[in-house]
């Protein structure tokens, strides 16, 4: 099935859609006609996700082989221009393509940039001064920086970034609330539905940001004559702002041990202890987060809670994944 096939399943069987840069996804479109080589995570996340690829160079017209571009810097502005003359400027091109794209694929919940790339790098990109010297290495790459700016809720990850597991983690993470949340929107937008959405994130956004934790809460509390997109907006910006900060053992332990709680009168003292005793071990590093979450989940496999059992906490992507394997 090719990937826009998949694209126009109903969105209740889909996959999460991540964008990822066409020569990445195995295409020649490189200035020289080269591709680039995934590394293993993004080869995961391809197999795990469905995935459309879009290069923002060959977009707007650009061929293979092409001159080379880089970043320039203009005053306050960051450009993108032939590196040999800097007398084309493309940026303008590739901002309207990112707003192209967007437009072309509503359901995408995350993209996956490109390492280094003017156009499709994500931090640490070479800017050169207007007579070519190079600057600093600071930059995000010009299609980027405009994918942010039109979705500012997109999750953003390039190849090289994927490598570190934390990073890889958040962002799988983002991506698969973001599909949910588009999901949602894509049956209507009801009062019922966001608390329902928040409902099942909460441990989640516990875990990572308790402030925005304690303000979501509230947010939801009396909807009746509110305006429900408003609400809708200011929730998800403070959701996906929440997951964004990295979530750490610490506080992994203070959402471990609230779910636990769940199970206080059903299970016998020693398996309690058990627990207890895990989650200690994960809190000093001696097993990774898997460990105490998949003795949660036998726990209440054995005991189910209507409640707990729809945590996203508890499996917020698939776990073939192997992403808390390393946390
Ligand atoms: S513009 Fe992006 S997708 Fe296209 S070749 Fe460069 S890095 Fe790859």
């Known amino acids: 099935m090719d990937n826009n096939a998949r694209e126009q399943r109903p969105h209740a069987a889909a996959k999460p859609l991540l964008g990822i840069g066409s020569c990445l996804a195995g295409n020649a479109v490189r200035y020289n006609g080269d591709t680039k080589k995934p590394n293993q995570h993004v080869r995961d996340l391809c197999e795990h996700f469905d995935t459309r690829a879009f290069c923002p160079e060959m977009g707007i017209g650009l061929g293979v082989p092409r001159p080379p571009i880089h970043l320039v810097s203009v005053g306050d502005e960051i450009r993108i221009k032939d590196a040999d003359t800097h007398e084309h400027d493309y940026t303008d091109a590739i901002r309207d393509y990112a707003r192209q794209t967007l437009d072309a694929a509503p359901q995408l919940c995350g993209y996956i940039l490109v390492k280094g790339s003017p156009s499709c790098g994500y931090g640490r990109v070479k800017r050169y ?59 209507g937008l009801s009062a019922h539905r966001l608390i329902e959405f928040y409902s099942r994130h909460k441990y989640l956004v516990m875990a990572h940001d308790v402030p925005s934790y304690r303000e979501l809460g509230p947010l939801l509390a009396d909807l009746r004559g509110r305006d429900l997109d408003a609400v809708a907006r200011q929730f998800i910006t403070t959701l996906m702002g929440a997951l964004k900060r990295p979530a750490t053992r610490r506080s992994h332990c203070n959402v471990l041990f609230h779910i636990s709680g769940y199970l206080k009168k059903r299970l016998p003292p020693e398996q309690r202890q058990r627990l207890a005793a895990l989650i200690e071990d994960y809190r000093v590093g001696r097993v990774p987060l898997v460990v105490p979450i998949t003795m949660l989940r036998h726990h209440f496999a054995d005991h189910p809670d209507a409640y707990i059992e729809q945590q996203a906490f508890l499996a917020p992507y698939p776990d073939d994944l192997r992403l808390r394997n390393l946390l």
């Open 129 to 187: 001064t207007q007579d070519g010297n190079y600057m600093a290495s600071d930059q995000d790459g010009v299609f980027a920086t405009a994918l942010a700016e039109f979705d500012p809720l997109l999750p953003l990850e390039d190849d090289g970034r994927l490598n570190d597991p934390c990073l890889r983690e958040s962002f799988v993470t983002r991506a698969c609330v973001y599909h949910a949340w588009k999901e949602l929107l894509a049956d």
